[in-house]
C-alpha cells in the first residue's frame, strides 16, 4: 500500500506545500505551507499569514481546512488527505480531528509544540472520537532548511528584539530544527 509510487506522490505533493511555505516567508511569516488532496487532486493550498494579518489563528491547516469545506460545501473531510511542511500545533490537529480528516502527511517534527505525536497526539487519541492516519517526514530536510534559512534571516535583521513572538518562534524553530 505505501509502495514507492505512493512514496514518490507523497514527495511530489510535499513539494507543493514548500511552495507555499515559500509564499509565506516571503511574506514575513515563519514558512508553513499546507496543500490539501482529494482523489488524488490538489483541492486546496494555504500558508502561514498570522504575521501579516496578525492574526494567532491564521495557520496554514485552518486556512486550509476553510477553503476545503467551503468548496466542497461539506465539514466532513474523511477523504481528504492534508500534507503539511510541519508537525502541526495543537489547534491545528484539533481541527482536522473536527474535520474528520482522513489522513496527514508532514515533514519536519516540531518537538515544542507539535500535536500530531511529538509533545501531544492529538490525531490519535483514544479519548476523542476520530482519528488520523499520519505519515511523517516526508522531505523533512528541505522543510528543516527551509525555516533555518528563515530564522536566520530574521536574526540578521535584529528583529528580536521588542519582538518576543519572534523569539519565541526562534527557539521553536530552532527545537525544531535540532530535530533529534
Ligand atoms: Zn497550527
Redesign the pocket.
Known amino acids: 500500500m505505501s509502495g514507492d509510487i505512493e512514496r514518490l506522490g507523497d514527495a511530489a505533493l510535499m513539494r507543493l506545500a514548500l511552495e507555499e511555505a515559500q509564499a509565506a516567508a516571503a511574506a514575513g511569516d515563519v514558512p ?1 505551507g499546507a496543500v490539501a488532496v482529494l482523489a488524488g487532486a490538489v483541492i486546496a493550498r494555504q500558508h502561514n499569514h498570522k504575521e501579516e494579518w496578525n492574526d494567532p489563528t491564521a ?4 486556512l486550509l481546512l476553510r477553503e476545503v469545506a467551503n468548496r466542497l460545501g461539506r465539514w466532513r473531510l474523511p477523504d481528504v488527505t492534508i500534507y503539511c511542511t510541519m508537525e ?6 484539533g ?1 482536522m480531528v473536527q474535520a474528520r480528516i482522513g489522513r496527514l502527511v508532514y515533514a519536519v517534527d516540531d518537538p515544542r509544540a507539535g500535536a500530531a505525536g511529538s509533545v501531544f497526539n492529538l490525531l490519535q487519541s483514544p479519548q476523542l472520537n476520530h482519528r488520523v492516519e499520519i505519515t511523517r517526514g516526508v522531505l523533512a530536510e528541505e522543510a528543516k532548511a527551509q525555516l533555518d534559512a528563515f530564522f536566520a534571516m530574521l536574526r540578521r535583521r535584529g528583529q528580536g528584539e521588542g519582538q518576543p513572538d519572534v523569539e519565541a518562534l526562534t527557539a521553536g524553530a530552532e527545537a525544531a530544527g535540532a530535530g533529534e
Open positions: 508553513v495557520h496554514a491547516e485552518i502541526p500545533c495543537p489547534m491545528c490537529a481541527a
